[in-house]
């Protein structure tokens, strides 16, 4: 076959093609041949390129050329994908999330979108160290923050810091609107393009047009915003203004889009989801503001998020959208849908392959409805935000004290290593080191590992919940009980510590060529389609961190930004793909809320619907768990034979068993209470359902209330039930019995109410016992009468179901002794 280029360099010699086109044309030409090449063999691969390139040129009067060639090359690689995969059914799950036993050798959305982002946090990380968010939810340097959204919109602010960390942002919103473009988008390069700009169309439908168009129009620079009727800006220059008149006209149709969300001009179709993804960005900025200075002004009345959320939120959102795009095309949804038909017919014939077709399809549906958020949309909005903003208060009264859960964690982290060949005294040795030093945290970060709390937008029990719609206020909260708690420190260090030890282990076999590398190693990278001319890239020098100590560490974020042996283009898809890999391990390592988790428990079910907050509510902490239970099924099923399955198996069970009896060891210290005996089978059956992540179940192996003061029955509903008792408890129980002239427990209740239900107090596991002594208990003992009977029959209750006494009294405002450790053989009995 003739080469492309020197056909494309004779055409421009004969006068055929103009150069910039013939440019364009290889370059189109090369990426479609890198994502070939990645499932299929090299002359395959140049042939498809090549057929793409022409079909794209034949319909570019039709359509938009770069979109038709990127749905094209979609299609062909989801026909190669899913005709050449093991299990076709398994490979239209695993184009959203991968996983070990599909066999499945391309990519995934999940582990992608995780690595782009990792790869935007590198590049930006020096903004973030200055100016994410501290434990209580505030920029570390709310002065630098804004003088850097200033810089972004092209404000001087003669701050040699913020311009240069503006410089990083803005570096990487251009990475990402070429990467956007490349994969079939349309978004204009704006020089003042700032951050995105959200409108939080409940304040201003609240507040009305003339409020809000009065605070915005001198706000605005109209040099730059079209007249639609003249197709010219409204005025010549910048700090005119229109007579207000226009400026009415103008912005009452803007408003018009807000407070309805795009509907004033948008009929019902039967197209769906909307916009296909690459047109969603497609869309010229409406409204431009003079400054960085009047976008923070008018951010701050009638924003939908803080500046730091804007920032990093249009970030991350680019790059998942992206992570879309480059695995099923310009329209995802449709891709996915093309890739369904493919197995489809792949199948046809075969009763049972097509039945579990359709069953991953559906579920393939739901997991990428919860990836883009489209699961999210409301069908009653403040229905959705009552119950999510109690979910979430929930969250802070109950989850803090879940890094006394987390000791678990070194079995999974230990087991990760150990499968793909390193050795998990070092990852654990790693992250001891992150935790201690913080010039050990700089050099992660300057190796490509920057710690995702940094990056937090207010989320951080994202680990144990999915992605809920709450007001700021009740988020901030929610997220400072998870940092204050010291779960997301200690999940940040071992998170950061295995992708380090992977960037040093893919380092230690740098010196070997594939197919001598070890052999755990080679098998993973081989499972990605990592070449050996693709290994011989990565491992040259040039691309490695090399720390001041000696360490040495592939980094494939790293290598991105250093490597010069391919174009920017080709080289960032080696680095996700390495990225990604790692990603994937690491979820094995440390477990977070996996989409198809979500997708089993919640469905596509909708808030503000009955069905979805009913599944959102029964659910919660529960997601997790199943999501640990997938990841640890699959890794034991993908094993090679049955003895290295029951050797896993034991290991894990022995492992996650002790360390889950530690953990209920603990949280019996933090509740002011004496060690558990550890002599009974009762203990131990408690033990094995907190290694599993179900630990709130292992009460009832011991008593019939959790540890929340709930019963089973509210505990399999969810802690949104025990509320619900709760409230009815305090009102709706106590004045029933007040009309039947019995005796009331509303003191009781009250204080019981607050001792379970208070975000932070109630929770955090080093202050919930002072709390309970000292606040609780001192309410209940002024309300209640019979307090004290109360806490007598509690204690017998406990230490006849548990084994257990109380180190800290009941009632008194100080403990008397220290924990009794001999009560773990009885001791104390």
């Known amino acids: 076959m003739a080469n492309i280029h020197d056909c494309l360099d004779r055409a421009v010699e004969d006068g055929e093609l103009d150069k910039t086109r013939a440019d364009e044309a290889a370059r189109e030409y090369d990426q479609l041949l890198a994502r070939y090449e990645s499932v299929m063999p090299g002359p395959a691969a140049e042939a498809a390129a090549l057929a793409d390139l022409k079909e794209a040129t034949r319909r570019q009067a039709r359509s938009r050329r770069h979109t038709v060639l990127n749905q094209l090359q979609a299609m062909r690689r989801l026909t190669t994908l899913i005709g050449d ?81 503006a410089n990083a942002v803005r570096r990487q919103q251009e990475r990402l609107r070429q990467a956007f473009n490349d994969h079939g988008g349309d978004i204009g390069k704006l020089d003042d393009y700032g951050v995105t700009h959200t409108h939080d169309h409940h304040v201003i439908q609240q507040v009305g047009f003339d409020t809000w168009s009065t605070f915005i129009r001198d706000k605005l620079d109209w040099s730059r915003i079209e007249d639609r009727a003249t197709g010219k800006p409204f005025v010549a220059e910048k700090g005119e203004l229109p007579d207000a008149e226009t400026a009415t006209v103008f912005l009452r149709e803007i408003y018009n889009g807000i407070v309805t969300q795009g509907w004033n001009k948008r009929e019902p179709s039967m197209a769906v989801g909307g916009k296909a993804l690459y047109n969603t960005r497609a869309d010229a900025r409406v409204l431009h503001f003079r400054d960085g200075s009047n976008w923070l002004d008018y951010n701050a009345r009638f924003g939908s998020g803080d500046p730091f959320s804007s920032l990093i939120g249009g970030l991350h959102g680019i790059a998942r959208d992206i992570a879309q795009m480059r695995v099923l095309g310009p329209n995802p949804k449709l891709g996915l849908e093309y890739a369904v038909q493919v197995a489809q017919k792949r199948v046809a014939g075969k009763s049972q392959a097509e039945i579990a077709v359709g069953k991953k399809a559906a579920l ?74 913080a010039g050990d945290r700089k050099m992660a970060r300057r190796a490509g590992y920057v710690a995702e709390t940094l990056a937090d937008t207010g989320a951080a029990g994202n680990r144990y919940l999915a ?44 010196d ?132 290295d399955r029951a050797i896993y198996a034991a290991q894990m069970v022995v492992g996650l068993t002790l360390l889950g009896a530690l953990s209920v060891q603990l949280k019996e210290l933090s509740k002011a209470r004496d ?51 709760d409230v009815i408890n ?31 107090g109630s929770s955090l596991w080093y202050s919930r016992a002072a709390f309970d002594r000292i606040v609780a208990d001192q309410l209940q003992a002024f309300l209640d009468p019979e307090a004290e009977a109360v806490w007598d029959r509690q204690e017998a209750n406990r230490e006849r179901s548990y084994g257990t006494r109380t180190w800290w009294e009941r009632g008194k405002l100080a403990p008397e002794r220290w924990p009794d450790p001999r009560n773990v053989i009885g001791g104390a009995r």
């Open 85 to 165: 995969a093991p299990d076709p059914a398994l490979a239209i799950r695993d184009l959203i999330e991968h996983s070990e036993t599909s066999g499945f050798a391309g990519e995934s959305i999940r582990s992608l979108s995780d690595a782009y982002i990792q790869s935007v946090n590198f590049g930006i990380q020096d903004a973030l160290t200055a100016t994410g968010r501290d434990v209580w939810g505030r920029s570390r340097d709310k002065a630098l923050l804004q003088d850097v959204l200033r810089e972004l919109h092209l404000e001087d602010t003669g701050s040699a810091k913020a311009k240069e960390l």
């Open 364 to 437: 393939a549906r739901t997991m990428l409805s919860h990836f883009d958020g489209s699961v999210n949309n409301t069908e009653n909005e403040a229905l959705a935000r009552f119950f999510s903003n109690t979910r979430s208060a929930i969250t802070s009264a109950k989850l803090g004290a879940a890094i006394l859960s987390a000791p678990t964690d070194l079995v999974t982290v230990s087991k990760a290593a150990q499968i793909v060949g390193m050795k998990p005294q070092n990852v654990l040795g790693r992250a001891v080191q992150l935790a201690a030093s």
């Open 467 to 510: 992605q809920q719609m709450t007001s700021e206020t009740i988020d901030r909260l929610t997220s400072f009980t998870i940092r204050a708690s010291g779960l997301s420190y200690w999940t940040d260090m071992l998170k950061t510590a295995f992708r380090l030890e992977f960037a040093g282990y893919l380092a230690q076999n740098a």
């Open 512 to 643: 070997r060529a594939l197919d001598e590398v070890d052999a755990p190693l080679a098998k993973i990278l081989q499972d990605r389609g990592i070449t050996p001319a693709d290994w011989d890239l990565l491992r040259a020098p040039e691309g490695r961190f090399v720390e001041q100590g000696g360490g040495d560490f592939l980094s494939p974020v790293y290598w991105l930004e250093h490597q010069s042996s391919l174009p920017r283009t080709e080289a960032e898809g080696l680095a996700l793909r390495v990225q990604m890999m790692i990603e994937e391990q690491l979820e094995y390592a440390v477990p977070t809320m996996r989409l198809e988790g979500r997708a089993r428990t919640v469905g596509d079910t909708r808030p503000g619907t009955f069905a979805g907050e009913l599944l959102r509510s029964s659910t919660m902490f529960k997601g997790f768990a199943l999501s640990l239970t997938i990841g640890q099924y699959r890794r034991f099923v993908a094993l090679p034979t049955g003895t």
């Open 675 to 725: 060690p558990r005996p550890m002599d009974s089978g009762a203990f131990w059956a408690a033990a094995v359902a907190q290694g599993g992540g179900l630990g709130i179940f292992g009460d009832f192996f011991a008593a019939e209330t959790n540890r929340f003061g709930g019963g089973l029955g509210e505990t399999i509903a969810g802690p949104m039930i025990g509320l619900g008792g």
């Open 730 to 760: 305090l009102g709706a129980s106590n004045a029933a019995r007040a009309f039947a002239r019995e005796d009331t427990f509303l003191g009781r209740d009250v204080a019981n109410f607050a001792r379970y239900n208070t975000p932070v």
